[in-house]
């Protein structure tokens, strides 16, 4: 205010005693206008001194045209501007870089006028205009005519060899960007002289420069590897990023070298030569991929990763000792790989353990979140190692970074004992309502894994999970919320009465309509196995009223399921259903309309009798359908396959020739079996636990793939093989060539009831030859299969690809066991001309080619099928066809057993048993396997493997079909 003379209001307040009402309210208007004008003024004023910097950005190089920016590219060519105005130079430059990133590319003539030019800049002495060059020239080289690059090369040369380090270094990289081997081999001595210069800047330069050479082409990559007593010579350099680019350099040449590697990791951690960190980083990464490999390819015994091995032992010292190092980067990468090795004992990891546990008080958030992340790791496989951080973890509940106190928080629940589950949940309903809903969905997810730890408090963990379904959050966070309560109830079942009616009311305020739906989907599977689920009926009949459409559908079939599971409801939920008759959508009224008429039917044949009041407990009947009840059996039972299987198999069974003419009506029976795609594999792989749809029957929506080509079509499409019948199943490809090999050759496997058509795919690589009637001649010395015939490929030429038949008659009468069949290729080489194709004119001649072995065995002849309930299955299957047997298996561990089993039963894993749990401590594992056997019989297999000792792993199997010569079959794939 010292510098303004503000003038006096010009209608100062005045105090009266009596006021005269006229003079006041003309005073009055007075004031108003007055006020407005001082508005206006403030308003001006503001105006006046608007930053100019809230305007929109307008980048200078927005309205470029490439023809004004050649035009003043020409001032490359004035020799006095480029010595007295070097900034216009570096101005034009970066306006053709701009046009070169945004896509407007210099022609063949446009790019060597330019490069002429840049030429003449190596005039200027100014620093920055000389960067720029190497700029414009590293980023237009990989663009334009190798020809017009060649152009700049020699200035380049002059200045890899000059006095100045900053001109030597970026010379370097540049010109490393756009040589080839053979002008490599011109500049080697440079370049190697440059990797172990005094300076630093070039050495570097040098060094980083030969790691992109080496990954450019296989003809530079044998010229670096010569280059490697320099790079050695490297590693000793005083200067931290030369060693750092060194190590890079010497691993990449010896990569392949195991024993390169190895000597590499043994001298570099026993002489403590290297002084940079991130070197030493380097190096115990080198270390731990180097155990890895021991571990992997079988060359590391014992128990423990410290003692496997001479390599291991002398690794994991290595480790241990940088633990220790004054680096927080290199301590913390040591740690991280010693938690991350194979075969690691609880005692290992102790010392990794103590060092991230000091991590967790660093000021740091990045050193605190990278300690966080990996505790949260070794938690998963040993939470009581974690466990003496517990306090430390705690602490960081209240961590600025979310994402370090999630990480906290989800290690506390694997780490936490039963005593502490009452206070974690306190410490995380506070921290809940601060954090976004992916870091609230990961606190889900291990809450729901503490309740598996921890069955007894289930009432706890599931009313807290209750509690925050009736708080605000978006779908991704109550859908995890729901998933984890259904998972639960699956592994814990006594959370299921409670669980229930905590969905019930969740229900009633859900403002999404598919977790709605889902939810009461799950009540009209499970609601009528409780005790009483009549305490249901009210919660679901709610969404009758008051829902939106697709809710009230998905109600009326949950009433019906309770109406048909539960005889003694009948009666009110018929009540009840008779009401959506009249509903406004059309699929409502359907589905109530089908459950009304099947329930009548049902109460008509199998009325329900109410028991006597005074009748004792143990005389009532249990509260269940009559097996002959039509409405039990409509309504409660699903289809054997899903729709999208269902889709499939009614496709493939279009596509089989001659489908129109089978005798009788097509049913679910007569359909062709499909196997199930790699997605439902790898979900049934996971197991429910790990799937996050915990209720089946409403599958989310899939993005819309594109139609998969049927692997018979290629049989089907030959009539000769077309006549033998359907296809049961189609093998994948098995090799038998390496794929280097002359002439490549692949064979699928196609099996039928009686026959086996395998399908020989042969591509030829000579570029002089065309191969003509090839054909693969099989030696089926076999009791079980007898050669029926062969068709041939009449021509291949070279990189065509091309298929042959072979057909197997099997023994239908005989049981089938696994058959080896040597195999040959037979065809004539005819020699043509490379580039014409045409013959020679010399003829063919006849010729062999010998392929590996293939065998035939009785998992071939199985498709892998999953059942929904696979103990409902069993049960159901009986046991008459039952097959028992016991195995010694000659494997040390249990994941591998398993993996094997499956394998050699050629069967789908069910809820979830093809993988080991990870803290399962050497208790048996169940396996569970389902398939469909040739000829339509299905096969289930119950298996428990278990490790007996040091001697190996135990199996024992039970097998069950319809056919107990196929369970016979089944059971002997094992031996």
Same mark, same amino acid.
């Given at each position: 205010?010292?510098?303004?003379?503000?003038?006096?209001?010009?209608?100062?307040?005045?105090?009266?005693?009596?006021?005269?009402?006229?003079?006041?309210?003309?005073?009055?208007?007075?004031?108003?206008?007055?006020?407005? $004008?001082?508005?206006?003024?403030?308003?001006?004023?503001?105006?006046?001194?608007?930053?100019?910097?809230?305007?929109?950005?307008?980048?200078?190089?927005?309205?470029?045209?490439?023809?004004?920016?050649?035009?003043?590219?020409?001032?490359?060519?004035?020799?006095?501007?480029?010595?007295?105005?070097?900034?216009?130079?570096?101005?034009?430059?970066?306006?053709?870089?701009?046009?070169?990133?945004?896509?407007?590319?210099?022609?063949?003539?446009?790019?060597?006028?330019?490069?002429?030019?840049?030429?003449?800049?190596?005039?200027?002495?100014?620093?920055?205009?000389?960067?720029?060059?190497?700029?414009?020239? /590293?980023?237009?080289?990989?663009?334009?005519?190798?020809d017009d690059v060649i152009i700049v090369t020699s200035s380049l040369?002059?200045?890899?060899?000059?006095?100045?380090?900053?001109?030597?270094?970026?010379?370097?990289?540049?010109?490393?960007?756009?040589?080839?081997? @053979?002008?490599?081999?011109?500049?080697?001595?440079?370049?190697?002289?440059?990797?172990?210069?005094?300076?630093?800047?070039?050495?570097? *330069?040098?060094?980083? %420069?030969?790691?992109?050479?080496?990954?450019?082409?296989?003809?530079?990559?044998?010229?670096?590897?010569?280059?490697?007593?320099?790079?050695?010579?490297?590693?000793?350099?005083?200067?931290?990023?030369?060693?750092?680019?060194?190590?890079?350099?010497?691993?990449?040449?010896?990569?392949?070298?195991?024993?390169?590697?190895?000597?590499?990791?043994?001298?570099?951690?026993?002489?403590? %030569?290297?002084?940079?960190?991130?070197?030493?980083?380097?190096?115990?990464?080198?270390?731990?991929?180097?155990?890895?490999?021991?571990?992997?390819?079988?060359?590391?015994?014992?128990?423990?990763?410290? %003692? *496997?091995?001479?390599?291991?032992?002398?690794?994991?010292?290595?480790?241990?000792?940088?633990?220790?190092?004054?680096?927080?980067?290199?301590?913390?990468?040591?740690?991280?790989?010693?938690?991350?090795?194979? /075969?690691?004992?609880?005692?290992?990891?102790?010392?990794?353990?103590?060092?991230?546990?000091?991590?967790?008080?660093?000021?740091?958030?990045?050193?605190?979140?990278?300690?966080?992340?990996?505790?949260?790791?070794?938690?998963?496989?040993?939470?009581?190692?974690?466990?003496?951080?517990?306090?430390?973890?705690?602490?960081?509940?209240?961590?600025?970074?979310?994402?370090?106190?999630?990480?906290?928080?989800?290690?506390?629940?694997?780490?936490?004992?039963?005593?502490?589950?009452?206070?974690?949940? /306190?410490?995380?309903?506070?921290?809940?309502?601060?954090?976004?809903?992916?870091?609230?969905?990961t606190v889900v997810r291990s809450l729901q894994q503490l309740c598996?730890?921890?069955?007894?408090?289930?009432?706890?963990?599931?009313?807290?999970?209750?509690?925050?379904?009736?708080?605000?959050? $978006?779908?991704?966070?109550?859908?995890?919320?729901?998933?984890?309560?259904?998972?639960?109830?699956?592994?814990?079942?006594?959370?299921?009465?409670?669980?229930?009616?905590?969905?019930?009311?969740?229900?009633?305020?859900?403002?999404?309509?598919?977790?709605?739906?889902?939810?009461?989907?799950?009540?009209?599977?499970? $609601?009528?196995?409780?005790?009483?689920?009549?305490?249901?009926?009210?919660?679901?009949?709610?969404?009758?009223?008051?829902?939106?459409?697709?809710?009230?559908?998905?109600?009326?079939?949950?009433?019906?399921?309770?109406?048909?599971?539960?005889?003694?409801?009948?009666?009110?939920?018929?009540?009840?259903?008779?009401?959506?008759?009249?509903?406004?959508?059309?699929?409502?009224?359907?589905? *109530?309309?089908?459950?009304?008429?099947?329930?009548?039917?049902?109460?008509?044949?199998?009325?329900?009798?109410?028991?006597?009041?005074?009748?004792?407990?143990?005389?009532?009947? @249990?509260?269940?359908?009559?097996?002959?009840?039509?409405?039990?059996?409509?309504?409660?039972?699903?289809?054997?396959?899903?729709?999208?299987?269902?889709?499939?198999?009614?496709?493939?069974?279009?596509?089989?020739? &001659?489908?129109?003419?089978?005798?009788?009506?097509?049913?679910?029976?007569?359909?062709?079996?499909?196997?199930?795609?790699?997605?439902?594999?790898?979900?049934?792989?996971?197991?429910?636990?790990?799937?996050?749809?915990?209720?089946?029957?409403?599958?989310?929506?899939?993005?819309?793939?594109?139609?998969?080509?049927?692997?018979?079509? @290629?049989?089907?499409?030959?009539?000769?093989?077309?006549?033998?019948?359907?296809?049961?199943?189609?093998?994948?490809?098995?090799?038998?060539?390496?794929?280097?090999?002359?002439?490549?050759?692949?064979?699928?496997?196609?099996?039928?009831?009686?026959?086996?058509?395998?399908?020989?795919?042969?591509?030829?690589?000579?570029?002089?030859?065309?191969?003509?009637?090839?054909?693969?001649?099989?030696?089926?010395?076999?009791?079980?299969?007898?050669?029926?015939?062969?068709?041939?490929?009449?021509?291949?030429?070279?990189?065509?690809?091309?298929?042959?038949?072979?057909?197997?008659?099997?023994?239908? $009468?005989?049981?089938?066991?696994?058959?080896?069949?040597?195999?040959?290729?037979?065809?004539?080489?005819?020699?043509?001309?490379?580039?014409?194709?045409?013959?020679?004119?010399?003829?063919?001649?006849?010729?062999?080619?010998?392929?590996?072995?293939?065998?035939?065995?009785? %998992?071939?002849?199985?498709?892998?099928?999953?059942?929904?309930?696979?103990?409902?299955?069993?049960?159901?299957? &009986?046991?008459?066809?039952?097959?028992?047997?016991?195995?010694?298996?000659?494997?040390?561990?249990?994941?591998?057993?398993?993996?094997?089993?499956?394998?050699?039963?050629?069967?789908?894993?069910?809820?979830?048993?093809?993988?080991?749990?990870?803290?399962?401590?050497?208790?048996?594992?169940?396996?569970?396997?389902?398939?469909?056997?040739?000829?339509?019989?299905?096969?289930?297999?119950? @298996?428990?493997?278990?490790?007996?000792?040091?001697?190996?792993?135990?199996?024992?199997?039970?097998?069950?079909?319809?056919?107990?010569?196929?369970?016979?079959?089944? *059971?002997?794939?094992?031996?």
């Amino acid at each position: 205010s010292r510098g303004l003379n503000p003038a006096p209001f010009p209608n100062p307040t005045r105090i009266r005693t009596n006021p005269d009402p006229a003079t006041m309210a003309e005073e009055e208007q007075e004031g108003q206008l007055s006020m407005g $004008g001082l508005l206006r003024e403030v308003q001006d004023l503001a105006e006046k001194f608007k930053d100019e910097d809230m305007e929109a950005y307008v980048s200078p190089y927005a309205n470029l045209e490439k023809a004004a920016v050649l035009q003043e590219a020409r001032v490359f060519n004035d020799s006095v501007a480029v010595r007295e105005n070097p900034r216009k130079c570096c101005t034009v430059i970066a306006q053709l870089l701009h046009l070169q990133n945004t896509g407007q590319f210099l022609s063949s003539t446009e790019a060597t006028d330019v490069f002429f030019g840049v030429t003449k800049l190596f005039m200027s002495d100014d620093a920055s205009l000389r960067r720029m060059v190497y700029l414009f020239i /590293k980023e237009v080289a990989e663009t334009c005519n190798p020809d017009d690059v060649i152009i700049v090369t020699s200035s380049l040369t002059k200045d890899m060899t000059c006095d100045v380090d900053l001109y030597r270094a970026n010379a370097l990289r540049v010109l490393t960007r756009i040589v080839d081997a @053979a002008m490599l081999g011109a500049i080697e001595r440079y370049v190697k002289q440059a990797l172990v210069d005094s300076s630093g800047m070039v050495s570097s *330069a040098a060094l980083v %420069s030969a790691c992109h050479l080496f990954h450019a082409a296989p003809e530079n990559a044998a010229i670096v590897r010569r280059w490697i007593s320099e790079t050695t010579e490297a590693t000793s350099s005083p200067n931290e990023m030369v060693q750092f680019h060194a190590m890079q350099l010497l691993y990449q040449i010896k990569a392949h070298d195991r024993l390169g590697i190895s000597k590499i990791v043994q001298q570099f951690s026993q002489r403590n %030569s290297l002084r940079s960190p991130l070197a030493i980083v380097l190096l115990v990464r080198y270390t731990a991929k180097l155990m890895h490999d021991e571990v992997s390819e079988g060359r590391a015994g014992g128990s423990s990763i410290r %003692s *496997a091995s001479p390599v291991c032992s002398a690794g994991f010292d290595f480790l241990e000792s940088s633990l220790r190092h004054k680096s927080e980067i290199v301590a913390y990468e040591a740690a991280r790989a010693v938690c991350g090795l194979p /075969k690691t004992e609880p005692q290992d990891l102790s010392p990794a353990v103590t060092a991230l546990q000091m991590f967790l008080s660093s000021p740091k958030p990045s050193v605190r979140f990278a300690s966080m992340r990996t505790l949260a790791s070794v938690a998963q496989r040993h939470p009581r190692v974690v466990a003496k951080c517990n306090e430390d973890l705690e602490a960081l509940i209240a961590d600025g970074n979310r994402s370090v106190a999630t990480l906290a928080i989800t290690t506390l629940l694997k780490t936490g004992s039963e005593n502490s589950v009452d206070r974690l949940l /306190k410490q995380i309903s506070s921290f809940l309502a601060d954090i976004a809903d992916e870091y609230k969905i990961t606190v889900v997810r291990s809450l729901q894994q503490l309740c598996i730890s921890y069955p007894s408090k289930h009432r706890v963990i599931i009313g807290f999970l209750s509690n925050f379904l009736r708080e605000e959050g $978006g779908f991704d966070f109550k859908r995890s919320i729901v998933d984890g309560i259904v998972s639960l109830m699956r592994q814990v079942p006594e959370t299921t009465e409670s669980s229930l009616l905590h969905l019930c009311e969740f229900i009633e305020d859900c403002e999404f309509t598919m977790l709605s739906t889902r939810i009461l989907n799950l009540l009209g599977e499970l $609601g009528p196995t409780t005790v009483a689920p009549a305490r249901y009926i009210r919660f679901i009949y709610n969404r009758v009223i008051l829902e939106n459409a697709a809710v009230r559908a998905a109600a009326v079939s949950a009433l019906a399921k309770f109406a048909a599971r539960c005889p003694s409801l009948r009666s009110s939920v018929m009540t009840l259903m008779r009401r959506s008759l009249l509903d406004e959508d059309d699929e409502t009224r359907d589905r *109530a309309a089908i459950a009304v008429k099947m329930l009548e039917e049902s109460m008509e044949q199998f009325p329900y009798v109410a028991p006597a009041e005074d009748a004792d407990p143990e005389d009532i009947p @249990a509260d269940e359908p009559n097996p002959e009840d039509p409405s039990a059996f409509l309504l409660l039972e699903g289809l054997p396959m899903s729709f999208d299987k269902l889709e499939r198999s009614l496709k493939s069974l279009t596509r089989a020739p &001659g489908w129109e003419n089978i005798p009788g009506d097509i049913t679910l029976s007569t359909l062709p079996i499909v196997e199930d795609t790699a997605e439902e594999l790898e979900a049934e792989a996971k197991g429910p636990e790990e799937t996050h749809i915990g209720i089946s029957d409403v599958p989310l929506p899939t993005p819309v793939e594109e139609e998969k080509v049927d692997p018979a079509a @290629a049989v089907y499409a030959i009539p000769e093989l077309a006549s033998l019948g359907r296809v049961f199943r189609t093998s994948r490809p098995v090799e038998l060539t390496e794929p280097e090999a002359e002439y490549v050759v692949r064979c699928i496997k196609h099996i039928m009831e009686d026959h086996v058509v395998l399908q020989f795919v042969v591509q030829n690589t000579i570029e002089d030859q065309r191969l003509d009637n090839v054909t693969v001649q099989i030696d089926a010395d076999s009791e079980i299969f007898e050669s029926a015939g062969e068709i041939a490929a009449e021509s291949i030429k070279y990189g065509a690809t091309e298929n042959c038949f072979s057909v197997l008659q099997r023994d239908a $009468g005989a049981a089938l066991a696994p058959s080896t069949f040597t195999c040959q290729l037979h065809f004539e080489v005819v020699n043509v001309d490379p580039s014409t194709g045409e013959e020679d004119g010399g003829g063919g001649f006849e010729e062999e080619y010998p392929l590996e072995d293939l065998e035939i065995s009785t %998992s071939d002849f199985m498709a892998k099928v999953s059942v929904p309930d696979f103990r409902r299955a069993w049960e159901s299957m &009986g046991n008459a066809n039952e097959v028992l047997e016991k195995f010694a298996l000659q494997f040390k561990k249990q994941e591998e057993a398993v993996a094997a089993v499956v394998d050699f039963l050629g069967m789908q894993p069910c809820d979830g048993t093809a993988t080991v749990k990870p803290n399962a401590g050497g208790k048996p594992h169940m396996l569970h396997l389902s398939g469909v056997f040739v000829g339509g019989r299905s096969v289930l297999a119950r @298996a428990q493997v278990a490790v007996q000792g040091e001697g190996g792993v135990v199996l024992k199997i039970a097998v069950r079909s319809e056919d107990e010569g196929v369970s016979r079959m089944v *059971a002997d794939c094992i031996s």
